[in-house]
């Protein structure tokens, strides 16, 4: 408990909705337990608990496996854009043939507001919710302030609040170690 409010005292966390695609990053995360998504089981209850899936439908292997994919591609992207490379093409590759398969259609709501909705309650529009959120956050620019860190023992999305959007690093002191340090303490 110690650690975490230390962690929510540095972390800053992408704003609005994009919190949600933050989050669904840092499920699998080098300075805590490494992967959340460790059964369907528990990927089912992440998704619950979010209220992106109702609690009756079941996470299946092929769904389980969905969502790391999407994980690990959309945290690719990312990857790069905050070392300032460009993807390379296989990962663009695999990430647009697998959103390919995440539909959204475009709904206006009563007060005529556009926006993207996924179709369905299953495991893909779960997905298609997150991928609505990277969309929406792509055009105010939020999307391009969440970073990864370039500290290699480290490696978890952060929110870039700085004035130029030039942080590389998740904490501007010593990155995630001093935070590593304290939590390694706490554990004991
Ligand atoms: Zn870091």
Redesign the pocket.
């Known amino acids: 408990m110690v650690a975490k409010s230390v962690e929510l005292l540095q972390q800053k966390t992408a704003p609005g909705e994009l919190a949600l695609v933050h989050a669904f990053l840092n499920t699998w995360d080098m300075a805590g337990p490494r992967e959340r998504f460790d059964s369907p089981e528990r990927t089912q209850e992440w998704f619950v608990k979010r209220s992106l899936l109702p609690p009756a439908i079941a996470i299946s292997k092929a769904d389980f496996e969905l969502v790391h994919k999407l994980r690990d591609g959309l945290r690719r992207v990312l990857s790069a854009a905050s070392h300032e490379q460009s993807v390379d093409r296989k990962s663009v590759w695999d990430l647009n043939h697998l959103v390919e398969t995440i539909p959204l259609v475009v709904h206006f709501d009563q007060q005529g507001k556009p926006g993207l909705i996924p179709p369905g309650s299953e495991l893909k529009a779960a997905l298609g919710c997150i991928l609505a959120i990277v969309v929406v956050a792509a055009l105010d620019g939020n999307w391009q302030r969440l970073k990864i ?3 290699p023992a ?3 999305a ?1 929110f870039d609040s700085s004035k130029n959007r030039s942080a590389v ?3 501007t002191q010593g ?2 170690n001093r935070l590593n340090a304290r939590a390694y303490r706490a554990r004991k």
Do not use: A, L, P
């Open positions: 860190c370039r500290n480290c490696q978890r952060f690093w998740c904490t990155c995630g």
